[in-house]
C-alpha cells in the first residue's frame, strides 16, 4: 500500500509548495479534485500536462483525481458524457490511473426525503454508468467516494448505488470520515465491501454532536490522523487483509496548524500503524 496525500489542507498554497511538502514529508503520491484543475488551467497556472509534469518532476505520482457531475439530472447525461471521454482520455495520456467519483450535492440535507433521493440515484446509476465504461475502456479505475451533505450519504444509498452497477466498472473509495458523520461503523463498511476497495481516503475527525439531526460545518471537526475517533486499526488491519488496495490518501479538511505539521503528524501516526498491525 503506497501513501498519497490530498490537495485539500494545501489548498491556500501554490501547488509547486504542495509538491515540494509531499516529496518532503515522503509520501509516494499526490491527489487533485477535477475542479481545481479546470480553475488551474483557467487562470494559466497548470493544465493537466503541465501539472503531471511537474509531479512527476518531483518523484511522485498523481494517484487519483476526484471528479464530480451532476449525474443524477437527466439533461446533463449528454455533457457529462463528453466531459467523461475527454477526461479519460486525457487521464489516460498523463498516467493517471484512477478516478475517485463524487457523489453531486443535496440529498438529506437539503430535505429531501430519502424516498426522493432514491429516484435521483435511479437517473445517477444510468448516466454514471455508461461514464463509467469511457473510464474503464481506458484503462482507469472508477471509484464511488461516499460523502456527506451529498446524494450518496447513507448507507442505503451507498448500497443503492453499489448494487446496481457491476464491480468491473465501479469501485469503491471509502471516506473514513464522512462514513462516520453518516452514522456508519466505517470499519464495518470497509469490511461489507471490502473486494471492491483498491483506493481509500483516511480522514479523521473530532468526536461531534447533531442538531436536528445534522452535523453543522463539519469540515471544521476534521483532524489529523489518530487523534479522532475512527479505529483506524481495525480499518487498516481489514485493508491489509485484502491485498487489494494501491492507495491510501491521507486527507483533511481544515486545521489550525500549519498543513505541514498537520500532514507530517498523520503521515507518522499511519506509517507506523501499517508496520505494526497485522491482517
Known amino acids: 500500500m503506497k501513501l498519497s496525500i490530498e490537495r485539500l489542507i494545501f489548498i491556500r498554497r501554490p501547488v509547486v509548495e504542495f509538491l515540494e511538502c509531499a516529496k518532503a514529508l515522503g509520501f509516494e503520491g499526490v491527489e487533485f479534485a477535477e475542479f481545481e484543475l479546470q480553475r488551474l488551467t483557467k487562470d494559466g497556472g497548470f493544465d493537466h500536462s503541465t501539472l503531471f509534469h511537474a ?11 476526484y471528479w464530480s457531475a451532476d449525474f443524477h ?34 440529498g438529506l440535507s437539503a430535505g429531501l426525503s430519502q424516498d426522493q433521493v432514491l429516484q435521483l440515484l435511479d437517473q445517477l446509476v444510468k448516466t454514471l454508468a455508461e461514464a463509467l465504461k469511457v473510464f474503464v475502456d481506458n484503462g482507469i479505475k472508477p471509484s464511488l467516494h461516499n460523502h456527506y451533505d451529498t446524494l450518496i450519504e447513507t448507507q442505503t444509498e451507498l448500497e ?74 481495525r480499518i487498516i488491519s481489514l485493508l491489509k487483509y485484502s491485498g487489494l488496495v494501491e492507495w491510501l490518501v491521507v486527507e483533511q479538511d481544515f486545521s489550525e496548524k500549519d498543513p505541514v505539521y498537520s500532514a507530517r503528524e498523520s503521515r507518522d501516526y499511519i506509517t507506523t500503524l501499517i508496520k505494526c498491525v497485522k491482517s
Open 55 to 65: 509531479v512527476k518532476n518531483q518523484g511522485l505520482t498523481v494517484s487519483g483525481i
Open 73 to 106: 439530472k437527466r439533461e446533463e447525461r449528454n455533457n457529462i458524457l463528453y466531459q467523461a471521454a475527454r477526461l479519460a482520455e486525457t487521464y489516460r495520456r498523463v498516467g493517471c490511473e484512477n478516478v475517485i467519483i463524487g457523489p453531486p450535492g443535496g
Open 160 to 233: 443503492y448505488v453499489l448494487s446496481r452497477i457491476e464491480p468491473e466498472l465501479l469501485g469503491f473509495c471509502p471516506d473514513t470520515a464522512h462514513l462516520a458523520l453518516a452514522g456508519m461503523d466505517p470499519a464495518k463498511v470497509i469490511e461489507r465491501y471490502l473486494d471492491r476497495i483498491t483506493y481509500a481516503h483516511l480522514k479523521d475527525i473530532k468526536p461531534f454532536t447533531k442538531r436536528a439531526g445534522r452535523v453543522e460545518k463539519w469540515y471544521e471537526l476534521t483532524t489529523e490522523l489518530g487523534s479522532g475517533i475512527i479505529d483506524f486499526p
